[in-house]
Protein backbone atom coordinates (compact mmCIF):
# COMPACT_ATOMS: atom_id res chain seq x y z
CA UNK A 1 0.00 0.00 0.00
CA UNK A 2 1.42 3.51 -1.16
CA UNK A 3 2.00 5.99 1.94
CA UNK A 4 -0.78 7.98 2.88
CA UNK A 5 -3.20 5.48 1.86
CA UNK A 6 -6.09 3.98 4.06
CA UNK A 7 -7.59 5.77 6.49
CA UNK A 8 -6.21 9.26 8.13
CA UNK A 9 -3.76 8.78 10.74
CA UNK A 10 -4.95 10.89 13.33
CA UNK A 11 -2.71 13.38 15.19
CA UNK A 12 -1.47 12.23 18.87
CA UNK A 13 -2.40 14.56 21.46
CA UNK A 14 0.26 12.89 23.61
CA UNK A 15 3.81 12.78 22.31
CA UNK A 16 4.50 9.69 21.07
CA UNK A 17 5.62 7.61 18.04
CA UNK A 18 3.59 7.46 14.54
CA UNK A 19 4.05 4.61 12.26
CA UNK A 20 7.73 5.37 11.04
CA UNK A 21 9.37 5.90 14.29
CA UNK A 22 8.81 9.49 14.84
CA UNK A 23 7.80 11.67 17.47
CA UNK A 24 3.86 12.87 17.13
CA UNK A 25 2.28 16.11 18.67
CA UNK A 26 -0.27 18.39 18.09
CA UNK A 27 0.25 21.78 16.25
CA UNK A 28 -2.91 23.69 18.02
CA UNK A 29 -2.73 22.17 21.53
CA UNK A 30 -1.27 24.37 24.43
CA UNK A 31 1.82 23.65 26.58
CA UNK A 32 1.33 22.22 29.86
CA UNK A 33 3.70 24.16 32.55
CA UNK A 34 7.39 22.34 33.57
CA UNK A 35 7.36 21.20 36.97
CA UNK A 36 10.62 22.63 39.15
CA UNK A 37 12.13 18.87 40.14
CA UNK A 38 16.44 18.79 41.16
CA UNK A 39 18.48 22.51 41.03
CA UNK A 40 20.81 22.85 38.66
CA UNK A 41 19.18 22.64 34.81
CA UNK A 42 20.13 19.35 32.97
CA UNK A 43 19.09 17.44 30.11
CA UNK A 44 17.65 13.69 30.61
CA UNK A 45 18.97 11.32 28.40
CA UNK A 46 18.25 14.02 25.10
CA UNK A 47 18.31 12.52 21.35
CA UNK A 48 20.95 13.90 19.06
CA UNK A 49 18.95 13.38 16.03
CA UNK A 50 15.55 14.14 14.70
CA UNK A 51 14.53 13.52 11.00
CA UNK A 52 11.21 14.36 9.04
CA UNK A 53 10.22 14.25 5.28
CA UNK A 54 10.18 17.49 3.59
CA UNK A 55 6.72 19.27 3.65
CA UNK A 56 5.75 17.54 6.77
CA UNK A 57 5.87 18.66 10.64
CA UNK A 58 8.03 17.77 12.80
CA UNK A 59 8.32 17.70 16.55
CA UNK A 60 11.73 17.95 18.68
CA UNK A 61 11.41 16.27 22.16
CA UNK A 62 13.67 17.26 25.07
CA UNK A 63 13.37 15.93 28.90
CA UNK A 64 14.95 19.20 31.53
CA UNK A 65 14.69 18.89 34.76
CA UNK A 66 15.89 22.01 37.17
CA UNK A 67 14.60 24.65 40.57
CA UNK A 68 13.65 26.97 39.56
CA UNK A 69 12.36 26.21 36.12
CA UNK A 70 14.90 26.79 33.66
CA UNK A 71 14.59 29.17 30.75
CA UNK A 72 14.24 27.12 27.34
CA UNK A 73 16.03 29.41 24.34
CA UNK A 74 16.44 26.83 21.30
CA UNK A 75 18.80 28.00 18.21
CA UNK A 76 19.77 27.33 14.96
CA UNK A 77 24.03 28.20 15.19
CA UNK A 78 23.39 31.73 16.38
CA UNK A 79 20.41 32.53 15.86
CA UNK A 80 17.09 32.23 17.95
CA UNK A 81 13.75 30.58 16.75
CA UNK A 82 11.60 32.47 18.64
CA UNK A 83 10.77 35.08 15.53
CA UNK A 84 11.20 32.29 13.21
CA UNK A 85 7.58 31.83 11.56
CA UNK A 86 7.36 27.74 10.59
CA UNK A 87 8.91 27.26 14.26
CA UNK A 88 6.43 26.76 17.54
CA UNK A 89 8.00 25.86 21.48
CA UNK A 90 6.06 24.19 24.10
CA UNK A 91 6.09 22.53 27.01
CA UNK A 92 4.66 19.68 28.37
CA UNK A 93 4.82 18.71 31.85
CA UNK A 94 5.99 18.17 34.16
CA UNK A 95 9.59 17.92 32.32
CA UNK A 96 9.01 17.83 28.36
CA UNK A 97 10.26 21.13 25.81
CA UNK A 98 8.83 20.51 22.21
CA UNK A 99 10.78 22.37 19.08
CA UNK A 100 7.72 22.14 15.85
CA UNK A 101 8.44 22.61 12.60
CA UNK A 102 5.60 23.24 10.17
CA UNK A 103 6.30 22.09 6.76
CA UNK A 104 9.84 21.21 7.01
CA UNK A 105 12.10 22.52 3.93
CA UNK A 106 15.52 21.29 2.59
CA UNK A 107 16.87 24.64 4.27
CA UNK A 108 15.42 23.04 7.92
CA UNK A 109 18.34 20.62 8.12
CA UNK A 110 21.45 21.03 10.33
CA UNK A 111 22.33 21.58 13.74
CA UNK A 112 20.39 22.72 16.54
CA UNK A 113 20.89 24.58 20.54
CA UNK A 114 19.22 23.73 22.83
CA UNK A 115 20.10 25.93 25.77
CA UNK A 116 18.17 25.69 29.37
CA UNK A 117 19.35 28.03 32.41
CA UNK A 118 18.39 28.73 36.14
CA UNK A 119 19.79 30.37 39.23
CA UNK A 120 22.45 27.93 39.26
CA UNK A 121 23.44 27.92 36.16
CA UNK A 122 23.65 27.56 32.23
CA UNK A 123 23.76 24.41 30.16
CA UNK A 124 23.14 23.80 26.43
CA UNK A 125 22.76 20.88 23.65
CA UNK A 126 23.47 20.04 20.21
CA UNK A 127 21.20 17.91 18.00
CA UNK A 128 20.71 17.83 14.38
CA UNK A 129 17.85 17.78 12.11
CA UNK A 130 17.53 15.81 8.76
CA UNK A 131 15.23 16.20 6.34
CA UNK A 132 14.39 13.39 3.65
CA UNK A 133 12.96 14.56 0.22
CA UNK A 134 9.22 13.27 -0.58
CA UNK A 135 9.39 9.81 -1.48
CA UNK A 136 11.80 9.02 0.38
CA UNK A 137 14.55 9.81 -1.37
CA UNK A 138 16.91 12.63 0.17
CA UNK A 139 18.46 15.77 -1.74
CA UNK A 140 22.10 13.65 -1.88
CA UNK A 141 20.86 10.72 -3.10
CA UNK A 142 19.10 13.26 -6.19
CA UNK A 143 22.07 14.40 -6.81
CA UNK A 144 24.24 10.62 -7.45
CA UNK A 145 21.02 10.10 -9.80
CA UNK A 146 22.33 12.58 -12.52
CA UNK A 147 23.61 11.22 -15.95
CA UNK A 148 26.47 13.77 -15.16
CA UNK A 149 29.03 13.00 -12.01
CA UNK A 150 29.34 16.73 -10.26
CA UNK A 151 32.76 17.80 -9.87
CA UNK A 152 34.72 17.05 -7.09
CA UNK A 153 35.28 20.33 -4.90
CA UNK A 154 38.11 20.54 -2.32
CA UNK A 155 36.44 22.25 0.62
CA UNK A 156 38.92 23.48 3.08
CA UNK A 157 38.25 22.41 6.82
CA UNK A 158 37.85 25.30 9.08
CA UNK A 159 38.25 24.41 12.82
CA UNK A 160 38.71 26.40 16.16
CA UNK A 161 42.14 25.57 17.11
CA UNK A 162 41.99 27.12 20.17
CA UNK A 163 38.78 28.42 22.21
CA UNK A 164 37.77 30.72 25.18
CA UNK A 165 38.11 29.71 28.26
CA UNK A 166 35.13 30.05 31.13
CA UNK A 167 36.29 32.71 33.98
CA UNK A 168 34.50 33.90 37.52
CA UNK A 169 35.43 36.90 39.01
CA UNK A 170 34.58 39.08 41.92
CA UNK A 171 33.41 42.45 40.88
CA UNK A 172 36.36 45.24 41.01
CA UNK A 173 39.32 42.26 41.19
CA UNK A 174 40.43 42.79 37.95
CA UNK A 175 40.38 45.70 35.19
CA UNK A 176 39.36 43.65 32.44
CA UNK A 177 38.45 40.03 31.00
CA UNK A 178 39.91 38.54 27.73
CA UNK A 179 37.85 35.71 25.45
CA UNK A 180 40.48 34.66 22.89
CA UNK A 181 39.80 31.84 20.35
CA UNK A 182 41.64 30.83 17.03
CA UNK A 183 40.98 29.79 14.04
CA UNK A 184 42.73 27.34 12.01
CA UNK A 185 42.41 29.56 8.46
CA UNK A 186 43.12 32.91 8.36
CA UNK A 187 41.64 36.05 6.47
CA UNK A 188 38.51 35.28 8.10
CA UNK A 189 35.72 37.53 9.62
CA UNK A 190 34.09 36.87 13.07
CA UNK A 191 31.86 38.49 15.41
CA UNK A 192 31.47 38.65 19.03
CA UNK A 193 27.87 37.81 20.93
CA UNK A 194 26.26 38.25 24.17
CA UNK A 195 23.15 36.83 24.68
CA UNK A 196 22.60 36.61 21.14
CA UNK A 197 23.39 40.53 21.38
CA UNK A 198 26.53 41.78 18.84
CA UNK A 199 28.98 43.30 20.98
CA UNK A 200 30.30 46.59 19.66
CA UNK A 201 33.22 48.56 20.36
CA UNK A 202 32.80 50.94 23.23
CA UNK A 203 32.91 51.59 26.89
CA UNK A 204 32.05 48.39 27.42
CA UNK A 205 33.52 45.95 24.46
CA UNK A 206 37.34 45.93 23.06
CA UNK A 207 38.47 43.89 19.86
CA UNK A 208 42.08 42.83 19.23
CA UNK A 209 42.36 40.78 15.73
CA UNK A 210 45.30 38.75 14.09
CA UNK A 211 44.30 36.95 10.60
CA UNK A 212 43.17 33.80 12.45
CA UNK A 213 42.70 35.23 16.00
CA UNK A 214 39.98 36.93 17.57
CA UNK A 215 40.00 38.28 21.33
CA UNK A 216 36.95 40.18 22.67
CA UNK A 217 37.67 42.63 25.94
CA UNK A 218 35.32 43.30 28.52
CA UNK A 219 36.25 46.05 30.28
CA UNK A 220 35.25 46.41 34.26
CA UNK A 221 33.23 43.79 34.46
CA UNK A 222 30.28 43.45 36.34
CA UNK A 223 27.38 41.45 37.71
CA UNK A 224 25.30 42.46 34.56
CA UNK A 225 27.81 40.93 32.08
CA UNK A 226 27.24 37.77 33.25
CA UNK A 227 26.17 35.18 30.33
CA UNK A 228 27.48 33.29 27.44
CA UNK A 229 29.96 34.56 24.92
CA UNK A 230 29.93 33.60 21.24
CA UNK A 231 32.52 33.76 18.84
CA UNK A 232 30.75 33.38 15.28
CA UNK A 233 32.20 33.15 11.58
CA UNK A 234 29.28 33.79 9.26
CA UNK A 235 31.14 32.70 6.48
CA UNK A 236 32.67 29.67 7.50
CA UNK A 237 28.41 27.95 8.08
CA UNK A 238 27.90 29.77 11.43
CA UNK A 239 31.22 28.20 12.97
CA UNK A 240 31.26 29.54 16.49
CA UNK A 241 32.95 28.96 19.94
CA UNK A 242 32.03 30.00 23.66
CA UNK A 243 33.14 31.07 26.92
CA UNK A 244 31.15 31.31 29.91
CA UNK A 245 31.62 34.56 32.35
CA UNK A 246 30.51 34.81 35.54
CA UNK A 247 30.98 38.25 38.07
CA UNK A 248 30.13 37.42 41.56
CA UNK A 249 29.37 41.00 43.15
CA UNK A 250 31.87 42.64 45.28
CA UNK A 251 32.52 41.99 49.05
CA UNK A 252 30.77 45.24 51.00
CA UNK A 253 33.24 47.73 52.18
CA UNK A 254 31.82 49.46 55.71
CA UNK A 255 32.98 52.29 57.40
CA UNK A 256 32.78 54.19 60.28
CA UNK A 257 29.22 56.49 60.18
CA UNK A 258 30.11 57.91 64.15
CA UNK A 259 33.77 57.13 65.46
CA UNK A 260 35.41 56.79 69.64
CA UNK A 261 36.08 59.73 71.40
CA UNK A 262 38.82 60.30 74.45
CA UNK A 263 37.22 59.80 77.68
CA UNK A 264 37.92 60.07 81.13
CA UNK A 265 37.27 57.90 83.95
CA UNK A 266 37.49 57.11 87.53
CA UNK A 267 38.14 54.08 89.09
CA UNK A 268 35.57 51.63 90.52
CA UNK A 269 33.39 53.32 87.99
CA UNK A 270 32.32 52.19 84.65
CA UNK A 271 33.86 53.62 81.47
CA UNK A 272 32.10 53.13 78.07
CA UNK A 273 33.06 53.61 74.61
CA UNK A 274 30.45 53.39 71.45
CA UNK A 275 31.14 54.31 67.90
CA UNK A 276 28.93 53.33 65.10
CA UNK A 277 29.45 51.69 61.81
CA UNK A 278 27.41 51.57 58.35
CA UNK A 279 26.27 48.03 57.76
CA UNK A 280 25.26 46.18 61.21
CA UNK A 281 26.99 42.81 59.32
CA UNK A 282 30.59 44.25 59.59
CA UNK A 283 32.57 42.34 61.86
CA UNK A 284 34.28 44.36 64.62
CA UNK A 285 37.03 43.88 67.08
CA UNK A 286 38.57 45.84 70.11
CA UNK A 287 41.81 46.37 70.82
CA UNK A 288 43.72 47.95 73.68
CA UNK A 289 46.85 48.99 73.47
CA UNK A 290 47.50 46.84 70.32
CA UNK A 291 46.17 43.45 71.78
CA UNK A 292 43.03 42.69 71.46
CA UNK A 293 40.15 42.65 74.08
CA UNK A 294 38.29 39.45 74.21
CA UNK A 295 34.84 38.94 74.75
CA UNK A 296 35.18 36.29 77.21
CA UNK A 297 37.62 38.67 79.58
CA UNK A 298 35.18 39.53 82.61
CA UNK A 299 36.13 43.12 82.98
CA UNK A 300 34.90 43.67 79.85
CA UNK A 301 31.45 44.04 77.92
CA UNK A 302 31.81 43.88 74.14
CA UNK A 303 28.08 44.56 72.31
CA UNK A 304 26.84 45.32 68.76
CA UNK A 305 23.22 46.48 68.23
CA UNK A 306 22.31 47.91 65.01
CA UNK A 307 25.87 49.46 64.25
CA UNK A 308 26.09 50.64 67.24
CA UNK A 309 29.66 49.15 69.09
CA UNK A 310 30.13 49.48 72.09
CA UNK A 311 32.87 48.25 75.01
CA UNK A 312 31.96 49.09 78.50
CA UNK A 313 34.70 48.66 81.39
CA UNK A 314 32.97 47.10 84.11
CA UNK A 315 34.94 48.79 86.68
CA UNK A 316 38.00 50.81 85.77
CA UNK A 317 41.61 50.25 87.14
CA UNK A 318 44.35 52.62 87.25
CA UNK A 319 45.61 49.96 84.55
CA UNK A 320 43.11 49.92 81.90
CA UNK A 321 44.20 53.30 81.11
CA UNK A 322 45.86 53.41 77.45
CA UNK A 323 44.82 53.46 73.96
CA UNK A 324 41.93 51.96 72.81
CA UNK A 325 40.59 51.40 68.84
CA UNK A 326 37.65 49.90 67.07
CA UNK A 327 38.25 47.55 63.51
CA UNK A 328 36.49 46.92 61.37
CA UNK A 329 37.38 44.57 58.08
CA UNK A 330 35.70 44.98 54.34
CA UNK A 331 36.87 43.36 51.29
CA UNK A 332 39.41 46.28 51.34
CA UNK A 333 41.45 45.74 53.77
CA UNK A 334 39.90 47.63 57.69
CA UNK A 335 39.49 50.73 59.29
CA UNK A 336 39.77 51.99 62.55
CA UNK A 337 38.88 54.01 64.76
CA UNK A 338 41.14 55.05 67.99
CA UNK A 339 40.86 56.42 71.20
CA UNK A 340 42.10 57.51 74.70
CA UNK A 341 41.29 56.58 78.09
CA UNK A 342 42.35 58.21 81.32
CA UNK A 343 42.05 56.73 84.56
CA UNK A 344 42.19 58.65 87.57
CA UNK A 345 41.83 57.17 91.36
CA UNK A 346 38.63 57.71 92.54
CA UNK A 347 38.68 60.08 95.70
CA UNK A 348 38.30 58.73 99.23
CA UNK A 349 35.37 60.18 101.18
CA UNK A 350 36.13 61.77 104.60
CA UNK A 351 34.13 60.73 107.16
CA UNK A 352 32.65 64.63 108.73
CA UNK A 353 33.14 64.28 112.67
CA UNK A 354 29.74 63.86 114.00
CA UNK A 355 28.33 67.63 115.67
CA UNK A 356 27.05 66.47 119.45
CA UNK A 357 23.26 66.66 119.87
CA UNK A 358 21.85 69.09 122.20
CA UNK A 359 21.14 67.97 125.37
CA UNK A 360 17.22 68.32 125.65
CA UNK A 361 16.16 69.48 128.72
CA UNK A 362 13.07 68.43 130.79
CA UNK A 363 10.17 70.76 130.11
CA UNK A 364 9.81 73.37 133.08
CA UNK A 365 6.12 72.35 135.10
CA UNK A 366 3.73 75.02 134.67
CA UNK A 367 3.68 77.30 138.03
CA UNK A 368 -0.38 77.78 139.17
CA UNK A 369 -0.75 80.91 140.56
CA UNK A 370 -1.99 80.72 144.13
CA UNK A 371 -5.69 80.85 145.16
CA UNK A 372 -6.61 83.79 146.99
CA UNK A 373 -7.63 83.21 150.82
CA UNK A 374 -10.72 84.17 151.42
CA UNK A 375 -11.15 85.75 154.99
CA UNK A 376 -14.15 84.42 157.04
CA UNK A 377 -15.40 88.20 157.48
CA UNK A 378 -15.34 88.21 153.44
CA UNK A 379 -17.11 85.23 152.99
CA UNK A 380 -19.53 85.57 156.19
CA UNK A 381 -21.65 89.15 156.37
CA UNK A 382 -21.98 90.37 159.91
CA UNK A 383 -26.30 90.78 160.48
CA UNK A 384 -25.91 94.14 161.42
CA UNK A 385 -24.35 95.35 158.24
CA UNK A 386 -27.20 93.41 155.79
CA UNK A 387 -29.68 95.12 157.80
CA UNK A 388 -27.73 98.27 157.07
CA UNK A 389 -27.48 97.69 153.50
CA UNK A 390 -31.22 96.60 153.06
CA UNK A 391 -32.13 100.03 154.95
CA UNK A 392 -30.02 102.17 152.74
CA UNK A 393 -31.71 100.57 149.60
CA UNK A 394 -35.14 101.74 150.62
CA UNK A 395 -33.95 104.85 151.55
CA UNK A 396 -33.01 105.67 148.12
CA UNK A 397 -35.28 107.78 145.98
Not at 31 to 39: D, N, Q, R
Not at 220 to 241: F, H, I, Q, W
Not at 251 to 270: H, M, N, Q, S, V
Not at 358 to 371: F, G, I, L, M, N
Request: aromatic share 8%; charged share 35%; hydrophobic share 30%.
Amino acid sequence: MARGAGPARKKSLNPGESEDGRAEWDWEKSSIPLAAKGKEPKFIKPSDKFSSTEGENVFCFIDIVGDPIPTVTWFKASKDLTTEPRCKQWTNGPNQVILGFSKTKQEDEGEYRIEIENEHGMVEHLFSLYVTVAGGMDFRAMLMRKKKPAKKVVVEKVEWIEEPVDRQIKQGTVDEVRFTAKLSAKGKKAKWYMRNAECYKGPKFGFENDEDTFTLIIKKPETGDTGRYTCTVRECNDLSCKGYLEVEPPDPEYGFATKLKDKKGKTKRKVQLKCKIDDPNARVKWFKDGVEVKPSDPRFLIKSEDGVCTLDIRSAELSDAGEYKCVCFNASGKEESKTTISVKEKPKEVAKPKEPEPVKKAPEPVKKAPEPVKSSRTCQESPRTSQESSRTRQESP
